[in-house]
């Protein structure tokens, strides 16, 4: 680590912690703690004495402090979403401290309103200066209804998210126009040092609590989330009964044509037996063949007809005692297809890419294994009033590609990546003054990522990369005048990546135009800052503004496996640091919920994906991307919902590095970053007994910026146009009994004939694949 980084990150956290040393003082004080039914604590709930306007929230320990109160009696209430109000009255004396304990009972709602992933520590939504979107275990399971792909649950709920691929990877669906970091618990999955669009379908919903998906670049866990995070939560074992569990099987296919019917089964055991928890969960499907509109098989290349998916998880947790807890996870995804199609290439804007009758070559194309564990220490006030949470974790990830004629003797290429690291993080809440609350999370972050791309036959295309990373990391909330939350932090990024001598691929017989490359070793050091504030005293408009800043290692295995220059010093590896302005608000006014936010970020240099003589490079030029996104829902009846999402992004290059995006050499971004605007709107129908009905309609919108080559009239890489489709989706559940339930999904309702966005902007006669026909998914699910 740099020595200036190093001086400038102990002296913020030095100049904050004093402030932990002042004194309280009041007329009287109210110290108290919020609980569930089930005795759990609950963070960040919301405490006033309404007519003396004091407020506060409890911590994440569920305890609170109300001082300076006046002697009498005074009314105190606790509300947060998800639970009903309470309100009690107290008594309180000069000089004195009154103790009092809430006990709230569960709505039977989801606790969206407060998250994990933004600070890593829990808080309110409400006071987190920042666009979050959370997708709860109700919305999980009644996208899944639908489809179980992770890529089509979030491409209709996260507005900013590019648009569903329809295939096993998720190449071109951004967030906001840049990469996205998707984490499992907090364990990375995406493999930034040579993206394979592998991460977001890396795990199955079923074992899924709740997706919180932090908009914006982020630094907050580490290289890669240049355009925010997704962070899968796995679930927990049920703390109700000793043992319980959950059944489900059920029967998927299209509505026209023959071979595409499949299946779908998983079993879950869970509860909870004096101080340990458990669950136990494995799932297997198997699809059968996709068809379009007209019943006509699509193209398998990357599809995800003839597939069979695996997912075995566990979770074990021990509480050693009410404050410490050890906790164990482990999740198995695999995912692969065995088709008895091959491709027939189409013609771009006129016939679809197909599937015919024949025989694939090579091996069965797909993610071989994903393993993901992690063992998790936690620790409420280990020392004074500070929680530690301690990680090691595990991932081992092996995916393999079709075949591809993208290099000489064509093959398979596959990815493997070995991630194992350990975190420490720290929490230390205070107050300034006694109206003053505050809290500080610190720590560091330890990773080694071992990642290569080989061909199956054993040649090498992208040669090992040894990356070790040592991130500290520090970040200060306080609550001013009990309303405004303020938020700054900073992250050092110390990565060394050794890089082992190779040779790249051939282009001709006899190794004809491979290149011997000398390996090395390659630094990188950064101070990242963050800093944002949140305004949450009026319901009706709750506004934020937020600065923050990402960085990461450009894909160094596309820089590398296209090298030119015999050494790793001439190649450009510099990396991609991000710098997000955003400002927005949320509304609530009655029946109606808003919220709307701008965002603009810049990078001195991107990563803007071209093609050029048959190689993918990246256009390593200044970038601009900006855009806004608008989210409403409201209650028509207390049995129907209507609400909808609207985003747009844009992005620039400045190719001539002018400090402007106008000239006449500047580029829009292609469509591989930038999606087209997206437009969603849902209706939520409970107005019969045991019966519900999700209605989802989405928009994807035009975009064409770009104009052919005059000579051949073809299109390069991405920039070939995309027009506006529609898609209307429904999930249906029927509770038969109190265990018993019925689901019923229907993808693309109207049986639309039309074309994924990705098969619209690559413009070639092989990728322009059309989506799915009308499909459905029934199943009957039994809980215990």
Known sequence: MKLKNLQTFFLVAILFFPFSMLAQTGKGVVSGIVKDSLDQAIAFSNIQIRKLNIKTTSDKNGKFILSEIPAGNHFISVSITGFEKQQKEITISANDTTRVEFVLKDQNAELAEVIVSASRRAESLAQTPSSVTVLTAKDINTQSTISPNLANILSYSVPGLGTSTNQTGNSGQTLRGRNVLVLIDGIPQSTPLRAGGRDIRSIDPTVIERIEVIKGATAIYGNGAEGGLINYITKKGNSGKKFGGYSQIGMTGNFKGDSTLGYRATQQFNGKVKKFDYIVSGTFEKTGVFRDAEGIVLSPEYGLGE???????????????????????????????????????????????????????????????????????????????????????????????????????????????????????????FHITSKIPMQVNYGIDLMNDNTAQNLVDGRAWVPKMNMVNF????????????????????????????????????????????????????????????????????????????????????????????????????????????????????????????????????????????????????????????????????????????????????????????????????????????????????????????????????????????????????????????????????????????????????????????????SQFYGTGPNYIRGNGRRFNLAIGYTF
């Open 307 to 429: 597939t069979k998916s695996y997912n075995g998880f566990a979770k074990v947790g021990y509480d050693i005692t009410e404050k410490q807890r050890l906790e164990l996870m482990y999740n198995y995804f695999s995912s692969r297809q065995d088709s008895r199609y091959v491709t027939k290439n189409g013609v771009y804007g006129e016939s679809p890419a197909i599937g015919i009758y024949g025989v694939r070559p090579g091996v069965d194309e797909g993610t071989r294994y994903n393993h993901n564990a992690n063992l998790q220490y936690t620790s409420q006030q280990i020392f004074g009033s500070t929680d530690l949470t301690a990680n090691l974790y595990y991932q081992d990830f092996y995916t393999i590609y079709s075949n591809s004629a993208s290099f000489f003797g064509s093959g398979q290429s596959a990815i493997i990546s070995t991630k194992k690291g350990a975190r420490v993080n720290l929490n230390t809440p």
């Open 471 to 758: 991130a500290p990391y520090f970040q200060a909330t306080a609550n001013l005048f009990n309303d405004l939350t303020i938020k700054g932090g900073l992250r050092t990024e110390n990565i060394n990546i050794d890089v082992d001598d190779f040779n790249t691929l051939a282009t001709g017989a006899n190794g004809a135009g491979s290149i011997a490359v000398k390996g090395g070793t390659l630094n990188y050091n950064a101070l990242v800052f963050n800093a944002g504030a949140r305004y949450s005293k009026f319901k009706f408009f709750n506004p934020f503004v937020s600065y923050a800043q990402s960085f990461s290692i450009f894909e160094l295995g596309r820089v590398l496996r296209a090298a030119e220059s015999n050494t790793l010093a001439q190649l450009e590896t510099k990396p991609i640091i991000v710098n997000n302005y955003e400002a927005g608000f949320s509304s609530n006014i009655g029946k109606l919920n808003l919220s709307a936010a701008y965002y603009y970020s810049t990078s001195k240099l991107g990563a803007n994906l071209l093609e050029v003589n048959g190689k993918y490079i990246a256009q390593r030029i200044p970038e601009r991307v900006y855009g806004y996104e608008i989210q409403i829902d409201y209650e028509l009846f207390k049995s129907l919902l209507i609400g909808g999402n609207y985003a747009e992004v844009e992005g620039k290059g400045d190719v001539d590095n002018d400090g402007t995006f106008d000239g006449p050499t500047d580029v829009y971004l292609n469509t591989t970053r930038i999606s087209p605007s997206k437009t969603t709107v849902y209706l939520k129908y409970s107005g019969v007994k045991n019966l519900s009905f999700d209605l989802n309609w989405m928009r994807i919108g035009n975009r064409d910026r770009f104009e052919p080559n005059p000579k051949t009239n073809a299109y390069k890489l991405g920039e070939a146009p995309v027009k506006a489709y529609n898609l209307f989706n429904l999930a249906a559940a029927y509770q038969v009994s109190e265990p018993l339930k019925l689901n019923f999904g229907m993808e693309n309702v109207l049986n639309k004939t039309y074309y994924p966005s990705i």
